[in-house]
């Protein structure tokens, strides 16, 4: 949408300034471009009682929007539940033959955990997202001297949370010591 502004009434306002006459010589016109076409869009009169009408029932419309979105979001929950539980015991079953000094070992642990974090994600999951996210630091920070044991506890950790045997809140902190745990390590490593 483009504004063009009014155009000024005939002669001069006194607000205006008086111009002089330039020094300079004449410059020839510049050539000019046709003009856009203008677009009138009408308003509608009873634009007010329509937009009246829409308020009276805005809290009638907000609640069936919100229910029907968390019926949809748990039958994608219900849906996915199986796929997080899978992602996550392959990335377990990776882990689970975990060696520190192994390259393509850790290379392969790494690329689950960004898998298993990529589907938690996906899956509005954000305690098992989170700990996927923190056993890829480990690996990706500590290298070779990565520690089986904390690896280990990511792993029981992923498997509980994934299968949805741990509730929210412990899901909550243990990823929050899993953090630390790494967070810690790395700093040591460093």
Not at 11 to 25: D, F
Not at 45 to 50: G, I, N, Q, S
Not at 59 to 75: D, I
Not at 106 to 119: D, I, K, S
Request: with cysteine; charged share 30%; proline share 7%.
């Amino acid at each position: 949408m483009r504004i063009i502004p009014a155009p000024p009434k005939a002669g001069k306002s006194s607000r205006e300034p008086t111009r002089e006459p330039s020094r300079e010589p004449a410059r020839e016109p510049r050539p000019t471009s046709p003009r856009p076409r203008r677009e009138t869009v009408p308003v509608p009169a009873d634009l007010r009682e329509r937009a009246l009408a829409f308020d009276a029932g805005y809290e009638e419309a907000l609640e069936e929007s919100v229910a029907r979105a968390e019926a949809a979001e748990a039958r994608v929950r219900a849906d996915t539940g199986d796929v997080l539980a899978a992602e996550a015991a392959r990335c377990a079953g990776v882990a689970d033959g975990f060696a520190a000094g192994d390259a393509a070992c850790r290379a392969r642990c790494l690329r689950a955990a960004h898998r298993l974090r990529g589907t938690a994600l996906g899956v509005a999951s954000p305690q098992v997202a989170r700990m996927a996210a923190s056993l890829a630091r480990l690996l990706a920070g500590a290298e070779s001297r990565t520690p089986g044991a904390l690896v280990a506890a990511h792993v029981d950790a992923l498997r509980a949370a994934a299968d949805g045997k741990a509730d929210a809140r412990a899901a909550e902190t243990l990823a929050r010591e899993l953090e630390a745990a790494v967070a810690a390590v790395l700093a040591r490593l460093r």
